[in-house]
Nanobody
Framework: QVQLVESGGGLVQPGGSLRLSCVAS????????VGWFRQAPGKEREGVGCIRGSDGSLQFADSMELRFAISRDESKNTVYLQIASLTPEDTAVYYCAAQQWLLPCTVDAGHYNHWGQGTQVTVVS
């Protein structure tokens, strides 16, 4: 069974950027779709984007591809989320999730069975 650990969150000023990491263990992400999600205080969890392990293809939620980028390092079994031009509205806990044999990948959280603990991103004005 795959386990996921997110890291890289922190306190950032508006206009700044962050690179979040999702490190997997127990299985190769080459056989999984990996999605990034976020949940702001008082709001429901929303999808950001996803990457398909088999070929690296990407899918983003509406408008997310303007400021978000997803990449992977197969040697480290890690998927990254790069966030640019941060605003206070981006403050949230950011999660990665994985689902085996999910093709194509999706930003619908209901399709994912394996989740990390989340990493906090706080954008201060």
């Amino acid at each position: 069974q795959v386990q996921l650990v997110e890291s890289g969150g922190g306190l950032v000023q508006p206009g700044g950027s962050l690179r979040l990491s999702c490190v997997a263990s127990g299985a190769s992400l080459n056989y999984y779709a990996v999605g990034w999600f976020r949940q702001a205080p008082g709001k429901e969890r929303e999808g950001v984007g996803c990457i398909r392990g088999s070929d690296g293809s990407l899918q983003f939620a509406d408008s997310m591809e303007l400021r978000f980028a997803i990449s992977r390092d197969e040697s480290k079994n890690t998927v990254y989320l790069q966030i640019a031009s941060l605003t206070p509205e981006d403050t949230a806990v950011y999660y990665c999730a994985a689902q085996q044999w999910l093709l194509p990948c999706t930003v619908d959280a209901g399709h994912y069975n394996h989740w990390g603990q989340g990493t906090q991103v706080t954008v201060v004005s």
